[in-house]
C-alpha cells in the first residue's frame, strides 16, 4: 500500500466515515472519493498541483483530500487567504476571502455559490463518475504541501491500524493540519474501523471508544490513540 488509491481499493468492507446523522459504508467512501478526484480534474487539478482544503471535521474535507490525492496533488489544510494553488475547497461563506489569481478554482460546500464561476461541491462532485482508473504515480507523490509523501503517510497509518479493530470508532478532535490527526484517520480507514467526524455545530455529542487529540486536547473518548 503506496498510494491513497491503494488505500482505497483495498478498503475493508467494515470501513465506515460517519457525520451524524450521515453514515458513508466502504463503498460510498470508495465512490465518493473517486468522483471527488474526477471533478478535481475538471477544475484543473493535476500532479504537482496544490489543493487548499478547510480544516474541517466535515465529510467534504475529508474526500477533498482522497480526491486530491488521486491526483498526486498535494493539499494544504487550512490555507492562507492568499493561497497560491490551484484550488480551494471550502464553506461557501468563505470563498471570498480567497485571492487564487490566474487560473484558481475555487469549491465552496454547504450552500450554492452566488458566482457561477465558483464550484458547488455537493452539487457538482455527486453527477461524477464513480470510477476511476489505477495511479500511474507511485507512493513518492506528495499529499501535504510539506512534502510529506503518500507512501510516508500510509506506512505510519498501517502503524495505527494495527491498535485498532473493526470495532472501533476513532473521533477526530484535532485538526487535519497537524498530521498525526490524518494519519490516525487513514490509520483507522485500513483497519475497518469507524472514523466519527463529530462536528463543531451539534456540541460534539457523539463520542467513540478512541480520541484522535492533540497532547493537550480534551476529549471525552477514554482512550487517546498515540499517532
Not at 463503498?27 to 496544490?50: C, F, M, P, Q, W
Not at 494495527?162 to 485538526?175: C, K
Not at 480507514?189 to 467513540?208: R, S
Amino acid at each position: 500500500m503506496e498510494t491513497v488509491y491503494d488505500l482505497l481499493e483495498d478498503l475493508p468492507a467494515s470501513a465506515t466515515l460517519r457525520a451524524p446523522p450521515a453514515s458513508l459504508p466502504a463503498r460510498e467512501i470508495r465512490s465518493t472519493a473517486y468522483k471527488t478526484g474526477n471533478y478535481l480534474r475538471s477544475r484543473g487539478v493535476h500532479r504537482g498541483s496544490d489543493v487548499g482544503v478547510a480544516d474541517e471535521p466535515d465529510p467534504k474535507a475529508v474526500f477533498a483530500f482522497l480526491g486530491a490525492a488521486l491526483l498526486a496533488a498535494s493539499v494544504t489544510f487550512d490555507p492562507p487567504r492568499d493561497f497560491d494553488g490551484r484550488a480551494v475547497v471550502v464553506p461557501t461563506p468563505s470563498l471570498d476571502a480567497y485571492d487564487l489569481g490566474p487560473g484558481g478554482q475555487r469549491v465552496g460546500y454547504g450552500a450554492r455559490p452566488n458566482d457561477p464561476a465558483d464550484g458547488h461541491f455537493e452539487g457538482d462532485v455527486w453527477s461524477e463518475n464513480p470510477a476511476f482508473p489505477p495511479v500511474s504515480f507511485d507512493g513518492d507523490a506528495a499529499a501535504l504541501d510539506d512534502g510529506t509523501t503518500q507512501a510516508a503517510l500510509l506506512d505510519r497509518a498501517r502503524d495505527v491500524a494495527t491498535d485498532l479493530d473493526t470495532a472501533d470508532v476513532v473521533a477526530v478532535r484535532a485538526p487535519f493540519a497537524r498530521v498525526a490527526t490524518l494519519v490516525g484517520a487513514l490509520g483507522a480507514l485500513h483497519a475497518g474501523a469507524t472514523v466519527l467526524l463529530p462536528g463543531e455545530e451539534d456540541g460534539n455529542a457523539e463520542t467513540g471508544d478512541v480520541a484522535l487529540a492533540s497532547i493537550d486536547g480534551d476529549a471525552p473518548e477514554t482512550r487517546v490513540l498515540d499517532v
